[in-house]
């Protein structure tokens, strides 16, 4: 049935029995696709002064001019939190709009990927710049965006 359904042309296909946040994530990962495309659409994100480019079209960030590698993963939470600078986003949030309802991890992984970033984008983690973490809420993107 399920190889029937994709031929047909269908683009995802629910198991039963199947959890309601499941299929919640399903549904909102197929809107995101049809409403706004793929992460770019727009040009790139900069902070401070061009010290930071967040690039949603290429996958590419750069810090001071020099490429910063970063995993899929961790550019999806970088990028998800640096188009909402200031907004401070719960991990629930980052798992929902950076790695969607196929993401089967804990929570608490958002975690180790911000970890990651912070390595890969601060100069001093004791003082970060670019990610602070909300104690007891989350996480915000705290770069001051250029216009």
């Given at each position: 049935?399920?190889?029937?359904?994709?031929?047909?042309?269908?683009?995802?296909?629910?198991?039963?029995p199947?959890?309601?946040?499941?299929?919640?994530?399903?549904v909102?990962?197929v809107?995101?696709?049809?409403?706004?495309?793929?992460?770019?659409?727009?040009?790139?994100?900069?902070?401070?002064?061009?010290?930071?480019?967040?690039?949603?079209?290429?996958?590419?960030?750069m810090?001071?001019?020099?490429?910063?590698?970063?995993?899929?993963?961790?550019?999806?939470?970088?990028?998800?939190?640096?188009?909402?600078?200031?907004?401070?986003?719960?991990?629930s949030?980052?798992?929902?709009?950076?790695?969607?309802?196929?993401?089967?991890?804990?929570?608490?992984?958002?975690?180790?990927?911000?970890?990651?970033?912070?390595?890969?984008?601060?100069?001093?983690?004791?003082?970060?710049?670019?990610?602070?973490?909300?104690?007891?809420?989350?996480?915000?993107?705290?770069?001051?965006?250029?216009?």
């Open positions: 049935n399920k190889i029937a359904g994709f031929e047909a042309g269908a683009d995802d296909y629910v198991v039963k199947f959890s309601p946040r499941e299929l919640v994530f399903r909102k990962a809107l995101k696709r049809f409403v706004k495309g793929d992460l770019g659409g727009e040009r790139p994100l900069s902070f401070n002064g061009g010290s930071l480019v967040v690039n949603g079209d290429t996958y590419k960030v810090k001071a001019g020099k490429e910063v590698r970063l995993t899929p993963t961790e550019f999806k939470v970088l990028f998800t939190l640096a188009s909402s600078p200031h907004r401070v986003f719960t991990r949030e980052l798992v929902e709009k950076a790695l969607g309802y196929q993401f089967e991890g804990y929570e608490r992984s958002v975690d180790a990927h911000i970890k990651n970033i912070r390595h890969k984008l601060e100069d001093d983690l004791q003082n970060p710049v670019f990610i602070h973490t909300i104690y007891g809420v989350g996480y915000r993107f705290s770069g001051s965006r250029d216009v």
